[in-house]
């Protein structure tokens, strides 16, 4: 362990994180209590499943705009479905998540078949799928499910949210997957030098669609995530995410380029992110302000590193 | 902005060493922009075969004028798109200065200052975020994120969502006539022709091609690359300034919000008008048709009585099916 590499972005990133819980509960009193902590861990769920798989994507040097269209759609197919068609909840819900895991398998298909640049793929997907999810709706939404389906959005297991122990799953396994398999370096090497892992014999294209479905799955599950925990399906859930999990993504170490990130800087990031919103809120900010601040700190951080990063390789 | 290492940009055809014809040339050079042309004809005459009332002088006014700044500000982000570079902060900049425009027209300052001053913010605000592309180099898409956030959450803070009215008659341009033609419509074309004549023929203009295109011949033939994308970033805000100019002067009232993915919109303008998302080629002709194209299906689809609630995924889909369309056409030229 030498001082260049504790220098890394994700230390500078838990350092802010610590200050800003330091600074937060000096603030609020009712800021750094259990109830208050775990409660953030449920709102920051669905972002942050959205944010791991995208963590994978933009270290591809990709990008998925894509997502929160993707929880819209899935979100009103899961009522659609059990509502309308008469499926029972949990076959609805497994079907609304194939659906919007088939949505991000197409965006892998424009991507890697067309060549179409991903911003580009997933910016014109994001209107097709909102606009289904708004087509298939005709603005109505779908409420009354039965008190089962809450308990993921809205119960505890051993005194946690429900979806926390989802994200923390989700977040040790993509960790591993990233950092160790033949799968997460082979992202790092498409993110690198695409032309390179090409003629490297890996397989560019297999994993391109295989990231792009993860990310349209990721963001399903969220969507369902989401119902239970709004008691309600509408088409606009979701509108925005996509800005929220990039900003959580870059601000955690991920260069937007490709070839470096990783799932901790991501988790950090979104955390940080999380405690400002809350923690603004009790200090009495009003919540558009707290979306000023987390542009500033996402420049801000990014700045920071790339100076860091600058005076390290001289 | 450079999201593969493969994919370059597309190499015009050479043929022959012959002089080619004028319409191979034609085709060669405004391939794209002639595809979303005949796209707005076709339409034009299937839609007024369904129902003659879509050709009515006031609906071909509320097509061009009501759009028209769409157009304008996808001039500068096909600029800035051309330099590879991208603004997705666009819309919620169009709401700031739409906002300031309309509180200095209220408080009682000149018309002109009301029109004018916010182009200078919206000049002053690009600038600084193409200094930290230039000079700090941290991605565009980063940096506009930031701005996006930092540009939406002091829009709402400030005005706290309320609306502003009682605007003076002589501040909504975008209401009057000009030469017997809506104002929004002649200054769409004026700015187009001037923009798109400018990028083809001045030095200027074409060194923004090799920013984009090619950034190490750029620098070995002394183009001055971070003085250029930070020029680019104050044009691009400039033309900013004037659409919000016909986006806050057509209704009397100013919302605090500006349509949703406004900044999609914008840049889906500029890449199906032909601008290359990777940099270097395209043009502002492409990108002003292209903003005409969606708003001419936005109304079709209307006309031939398509629910509303279908119109973002019909809309979606030719999108959708014109991007595939243009990187097939591009694979079969390389």
């Avoid at chain 2, 971070?226 to 002067?249: C, P, Y």
């Avoid at chain 2, 889906?268 to 708003?295: H, K, N, P, R, Y």
Wanted: with cysteine; proline share 3%.
């Amino acid at each position: 362990m030498t001082l260049r590499s504790l220098i890394r972005h994700e230390t500078f990133l838990a350092i802010l994180l610590v200050l800003a819980l330091v600074v937060l509960s000096w603030q609020s009193d009712r800021f750094f209590t259990v109830a208050n902590l775990l409660n953030q861990g449920r709102l920051m769920t669905e972002t942050g499943l959205i944010a791991i798989a995208m963590t994978f994507v933009i270290a591809t040097g990709g990008i998925d705009l894509s997502v929160g269209s993707i929880l819209g759609l899935t979100a009103i197919l899961t009522g659609v479905f059990w509502k309308n068609l008469g499926v029972p909840l949990p076959a609805a819900a497994v079907a609304a998540i194939a659906v919007g895991t088939f949505a991000g398998y197409v965006n892998g298909l424009i991507i890697t078949r067309f060549r179409v640049p991903a911003l580009i793929a997933t910016l014109a997907t994001l209107a097709l799928y909102r606009g289904l999810a708004e087509g298939i709706s005709q603005a109505r939404s779908v409420r009354g499910y039965p008190d089962w389906f809450y308990v993921l959005g809205q119960g505890e297991v051993l005194g946690v949210p429900t979806q926390l122990w989802i994200l923390l799953i989700a977040a040790v396994v993509a960790a591993v997957i990233l950092a160790y398999t033949r799968w997460g370096r082979t992202t790092y090497a498409i993110g690198s030098n695409e032309v390179a892992a090409r003629f490297s014999g890996l397989s560019v294209e297999g994993t391109k669609l295989a990231l792009y479905t993860m990310s349209g799955f990721a963001a399903a599950v969220a969507a369902v995530i989401f119902v239970s925990r709004v008691s309600t399906t509408r088409s606009d859930m979701g509108s925005g995410i996509e800005l929220d999990a990039i900003t959580a993504v870059v601000l955690g170490g991920t260069s937007i380029f490709g070839g470096r990130g990783t799932v901790l800087g991501t988790v950090l990031g979104l955390c940080l992110i999380q405690a400002l919103k809350n923690g603004l809120s009790l200090a009495g900010v009003k919540g558009d302000g707290t979306i000023m601040l987390i542009g500033i700190v996402l420049i801000l951080a990014v700045l920071a590193s790339a100076i860091f990063e600058r005076s390290g390789t001289r | 902005m450079a999201m593969s290492g493969v994919d370059l940009p597309p190499v015009r055809p050479q043929t022959s060493l012959q002089r080619p014809g004028f319409l191979r040339r034609l085709m060669a050079d405004y391939g794209q922009e002639l595809i979303v042309l005949l796209a707005i004809v076709v339409l034009f005459i299937a839609v007024t075969a369904v129902n003659p009332r879509f050709i009515s002088a006031n609906n071909l006014t509320s097509i061009f004028s009501g759009n028209a700044y769409i157009a304008v500000a996808a001039i500068g982000m096909a600029m800035v798109i051309i330099t590879g570079n991208i603004d997705v902060s666009i819309g919620a900049l169009i709401g700031v200065l739409a906002t300031i425009s309309g509180t200095l027209a209220v408080a009682g300052y000149p018309i002109w200052v009301a029109w004018f001053f916010p182009v200078l913010v919206g000049m002053a605000i690009n600038g600084l975020i193409g200094i930290l592309v230039a000079y700090f180099r941290i991605p565009s898409i980063v940096v506009t994120l930031g701005a996006l956030s930092i540009l939406r959450g002091g829009l709402i803070s400030v005005t706290g969502g309320t609306w502003i009215s009682d605007l003076p008659p002589a501040f909504l341009i975008a209401q009057q006539k000009w030469l017997g033609l809506p104002v929004p419509l002649v200054a769409m074309i004026v700015l187009t022709v001037l923009a798109a004549l400018w990028m083809r023929y001045s030095a200027f203009g074409r060194s923004l091609y090799a920013v984009g295109g090619n950034p190490e011949a750029a620098v070995a033939t002394g183009i001055p690359i971070e003085r250029r994308i930070v020029a680019v970033f104050i044009l691009h805000g400039f033309f900013a300034g004037l659409a919000t100019i016909l986006f806050a002067t057509q209704l009397q009232v100013i919302q605090s919000t500006v349509p949703p993915n406004l900044e999609l919109t914008i840049i889906m303008a500029a890449v199906i008008g032909g601008v290359s998302i990777l940099g270097g080629s395209g043009t502002v002709i492409g990108s002003t048709l292209a903003a005409i194209l969606f708003a001419t299906i936005g109304s079709a689809l209307i006309f031939v009585n398509v629910s509303a609630y279908w119109l973002r995924a019909v809309i979606g889909l030719l999108i959708l099916a014109t991007v595939l369309a243009d990187m097939l056409r591009r694979r079969r030229t390389v």
